[in-house]
């Protein structure tokens, strides 16, 4: 069965600090994982994803995410937060049949 | 623009009511998902289709229904509302294979007063 476990519906980071959001998998196959970002009143838009190739992906906005087989681990990182990053962030995990498992999201605040 | 798009962008209506929201996938996605919002509840899965057949099945009320027409559009049916409906209700579609992303709409904002 496929899930993921997003820690911390919260995030606080100053402008200019690292951005570290954690997302944890579960998967019975080789995992297909995906980062998604929510601006209020919006829908998801993909920032990345991981399809098996280069473990370190990159994506939108200075975005990036490792994926780490040994931890189970596809966390999100930006070196540097700007104001704009202020959004939720959903991490997903697709299975059989082309289902999508999204967490519960964390809600990324900056602060000037 | 995600190439997704749902109508309408907001809708209001009384309790007892039944709306009917509309999706339009990306041009050549066979499937289509509805998830419902909600503040405290949530990014819940509703429901998926694939080429017109349901595939899977979440957390959808028997006050709900779905369905995909021939031209893979898809409308999803909320009757006897309840004010605990108000939600966010996205579509988004995705094509074949495990490795493609789905793309989803700008929502449909149901406020039940």
């Known amino acids: 069965a496929q899930s993921v476990t997003q820690l911390g519906s919260h995030v606080s980071v100053s402008e200019g600090a690292l951005v570290l959001l954690r997302c944890n998998y579960s998967?019975?196959?080789?995992?297909?994982l995906f980062w998604y970002v929510q601006y209020p009143n919006q829908g998801l838009q993909l920032l990345l994803k991981y399809t098996s190739a280069a473990t370190l992906v990159k994506g939108i906005n200075g975005f990036e995410a490792e994926f780490k087989k040994s931890e189970t681990s596809f966390h999100l990182t930006k070196p540097s937060a700007h104001m704009s990053d202020a959004a939720e962030y959903f991490c997903a995990v697709s299975g059989p049949g082309n289902q999508f498992y999204f967490g519960t999201g964390t809600s990324l605040t900056v602060i000037p | 623009d995600s190439g997704v798009t749902q109508t309408p962008k907001h809708l209001i209506t009384a309790t007892g009511q039944r709306v009917t929201l509309r999706c339009s996938p990306r041009s050549g996605d066979l499937s289509v998902y509805w998830y419902q919002q909600s503040l405290d509840q949530g990014l819940q899965f509703l429901i998926q289709?694939?080429?017109?057949?349901?595939?899977a099945k979440g957390n959808i009320l028997e006050r709900f229904s779905a369905q995909q027409f021939p031209d893979l559009h898809s409308e999803l049916n909320l009757s006897s509302l309840e004010l605990g409906d108000s939600a966010l209700y996205f579509c988004a579609s995705s094509g074949e294979g495990a490795r493609t992303e789905a793309f989803f709409g700008q929502g449909t904002r149901l406020t039940v007063v």
């Open positions: 289709y694939y080429n017109g057949e349901e595939r």
């Open positions: 998967s019975s196959v080789p995992p297909y």
